[in-house]
């Protein structure tokens, strides 16, 4: 990677890092609340039902709902961003950088939602296949980010671009298998929106308020078609630019011509006021900037840190409260949670070191010089770190049956935290020692 590259990633990794702590910090908090004394507030404030009445009409969700159709589109814009940008000029921008981490992730799937299956076999449970495919990308950079300067940046790089793999794969689940029926009028409209965007683009319009009124109808478009809404994130990140507007030449030229101009002429804060060509040369020299500066990477910027430290911590403080009652061993004993643990906790480190090293006999991929398979199958583990995207997982494979879900949440807890200790374990042995 150049020096930009790095730079970028390396305040990715902190902020995924950093966003980990808080993440088990709200999930922990979220857990005990809902099996506190207060438990019953907790399940009252998820069920509260929140909305706009105009009229007659009345447009509502409740409140955990809001979170899981509506904060989270957020959270998948980011994502989208983050894909997208991995795929145009990151790591997964071409064969030879993407094969590793892209094997790994296609086994890092495949693997676990075939020992699920196995579990779950013509029971009521076999819809949730795709919960134990995903990586949870904070709490596995987390995990990491306590080794400190022991861990190799190949390896950094390596699982975050594995997770973001394995972020689009699971959203090809949500859209491909997760969706119980479709209205092709509303997502001809959320299709029509979109190109209106990536026009209004190109066109080099703008408006902020174009351009959330137009995100607001796809969100609109989306939740009505039957696919879920959170989708809509994913496709506004595809029409939002991750290059520069601007050829870089143009833009050194247009700086230097404006620069040049005033240079030449008397310039004080006073003057730039009342003359009109200092100002006109200003604000040509700060669009410039603008459009060179490309959008996808600033709005990650800007977003990222919401997504990181606000967003993920609500959804986890709704989302992970499950009441632990005297019958939970039976629970952690279901089916569907076997098949979750057995997915994250053994059928990711398998399926991932398996494609890892079927890539590396075909000839197609290599290790990188400072990574070796003891710091890939720690690696491997922490992949199993589940948490965020198999409990949205979950919620969509039984979207009717509570006691399914708290299954399903259930083993994902206990698995993330396998997961994350065996991981840490292993890492812990294979890196080379602390300085001191």
């Not at 075939?114 to 134990?132: D, K, Q, S």
């Not at 029509?192 to 026009?199: E, F, G, H, P, R």
């Not at 990140?237 to 002429?265: D, G, I, T």
Request: charged share 15%.
């Amino acid at each position: 990677m150049n020096g930009r590259s790095t730079g970028m990633f390396q305040q990715f990794f902190r902020w995924e890092a950093a966003s980990g702590v808080v993440l088990l910090f709200f999930a922990v908090a979220g857990l005990a609340w809902a099996n506190s004394p207060w438990a019953d507030s907790y399940f009252a404030l998820s069920k509260t039902y929140i909305g706009i009445s105009w009229g007659d009409h009345t447009f509502e969700l409740s409140l955990s709902h809001w979170i899981a159709d509506g904060l989270m589109v957020i959270f998948f814009f980011v994502v989208g961003l983050e894909i997208k940008r991995e795929v145009v000029v990151g790591e997964l921008s071409s064969f030879k950088q993407a094969i590793l981490p892209v094997s790994a992730a296609v086994g890092g799937m495949i693997v676990p939602a075939m020992l699920y299956a196995v579990f779950t076999f013509g029971g009521e449970g076999a819809h949730g296949w795709g919960i134990p495919m995903a990586t949870d990308i904070a709490f596995a950079l987390g995990i990491l980010a306590l080794f400190g300067s022991r861990v190799p940046t190949s390896l950094k790089v390596f699982l975050t671009a594995l997770a973001i793999a394995d972020d689009l794969g699971a959203i090809t689940v949500i859209a491909l298998f997760y969706t119980e029926s479709v209205s092709f009028v509303a997502l001809g409209v959320a299709a029509a929106l979109l190109v209106c965007i990536a026009l209004a683009s190109r066109r080099g319009i703008r408006s902020t308020a174009v351009y959330l009124l137009l995100a607001v109808g796809v969100w609109a478009a989306v939740l009505v078609s039957g696919i879920h809404a959170t989708i809509a994130g994913v496709l506004l990140a595809m029409v939002v630019p991750v290059k520069a507007a601007l050829e870089p030449h143009e833009f050194l030229s247009r700086s230097r011509k404006r620069l040049a101009e005033l240079e030449e002429a008397d310039l004080t804060r006073d003057s730039m006021v009342s003359d009109k060509e200092q100002m006109d040369a200003l604000d040509d020299m700060y669009l410039a900037v603008e459009d060179m500066r490309p959008v996808g990477i600033s709005l990650e910027h800007l977003l990222h840190p919401i997504q990181a430290f606000l967003i993920l911590p609500v959804f986890a403080l709704f989302m992970a409260g499950v009441p632990l009652g005297g019958g939970s061993v039976g629970v952690f004993a279901s089916p569907v949670s076997l098949g979750v643990i057995a997915g994250l906790v053994i059928g990711k480190p398998v399926g991932i070191m398996l494609c890892v090293w079927l890539a590396i006999k075909s000839g197609r991929a290599a290790l990188p010089g400072d990574m070796t398979w003891g710091h890939l199958l720690g690696a491997s583990m922490l992949a199993g770190v589940g948490f965020t995207m198999s409990i949205f997982i979950s919620n969509l494979a039984f979207p009717f049956d509570e006691a399914l879900i708290a299954q399903a949440k259930l083993g994902v807890l206990l698995a993330s935290v396998l997961a994350g200790v065996i991981g840490f374990v292993i890492l812990n042995k294979s890196l080379p020692a602390a300085s001191r």
